[in-house]
T-cell receptor, first 114, second 113 residues
Framework: NAGVMQNPRHLVRRRGQEARLRCSPV?????VYWYRQLPEEGLKFMVY????????ESGMPKERFSAEFPKEGPSILRIQQVVRGDSAAYFC????????????FGEGSWLTVV | DQQVKQNSPSLSVQEGRISILNCDYT??????FLWYKKYPAEGPTFLIS?????DKNEDGRFTVFLNKSAKHLSLHIVPSQPGDSAVYFC????????????FGKGITLSVRP
């Protein structure tokens, strides 16, 4: 998957705790996308970020979810006060520019809320 | 509102035969169409793409056809191999701030030896 690194691969949280998922894009890629896949469903767009900017957050739940892509370091998807419905696979993807066909996914982070 | 539709949830094909996976879309502003392959517990792997200005793109055993007037695309795999068994996602993207990928629900391909 062309070097998109996500961690942790698996994360278990109790209801009410916080989950932080990290994504390091392919070296040189400045565009990051987060997707969520619920059981038995396809991938749903959450947020699109460039360095230090949120470009499109139309897929993010209005509460408890936030994302950032700082100038230095990985992109972070943060889920506060997790609930069981947040249990899903979260995928990060990166591309070197907007548009085009070069967008690569990481292996995903599986969040389980107990 | 599902903008990218993969109406068949599964397909079973004999090894060596052709697999044809279909995808329909509703948004005429989509600029690129991509196919991804996904195994359980792994991330999607990019397979092949096509620009909206083309009607065919071929890469080895994989060919994607685009019919813009029908808002329809298809992925052909020939010859199909057992290792092709996976979930295949059709995705589409626009440009600029609309460059996010919109995915279909996927189709599970099973290639029988």
């Amino acid at each position: 998957n062309a070097g998109v690194m996500q961690n942790p691969r698996h994360l278990v949280r109790r209801r009410g705790q916080e989950a932080r998922l990290r994504c390091s894009p392919v070296k040189g890629h400045s565009h990051v996308y987060w997707y969520r896949q619920l059981p038995e469903e396809g991938l749903k767009f959450m947020v699109y970020l460039q360095k230090e900017n949120i470009i499109d957050e139309s897929g993010m739940p209005k509460e408890r979810f936030s994302a950032e892509f700082p100038k230095e370091g990985p992109s972070i998807l943060r889920i506060q006060q997790v609930v069981r419905g947040d249990s899903a696979a979260y995928f990060c993807a990166s591309s070197p520019r907007e548009g085009g066909n070069t967008i690569y996914f990481g292996e995903g982070s599986w969040l389980t809320v107990v | 509102d599902q903008q990218v539709k993969q109406n068949s949830p599964s397909l079973s094909v004999q090894e060596g035969r052709i697999s044809i996976l279909n995808c329909d879309y509703t948004n005429s502003m989509f600029d690129y169409f991509l196919w991804y392959k996904k195994y359980p517990a792994e991330g999607p792997t990019f397979l092949i793409s096509i620009s909206s200005i083309k009607d065919k793109n071929e890469d080895g055993r994989f060919t994607v056809f685009l019919n813009k007037s029908a808002k329809h695309l298809s992925l052909h795999i020939v010859p199909s191999q057992p290792g092709d068994s996976a979930v295949y996602f059709c995705a589409a993207r626009g440009t600029g701030a609309n460059s996010k990928l919109t995915f279909g629900k996927g189709i599970t391909l099973s290639v029988r030896p």
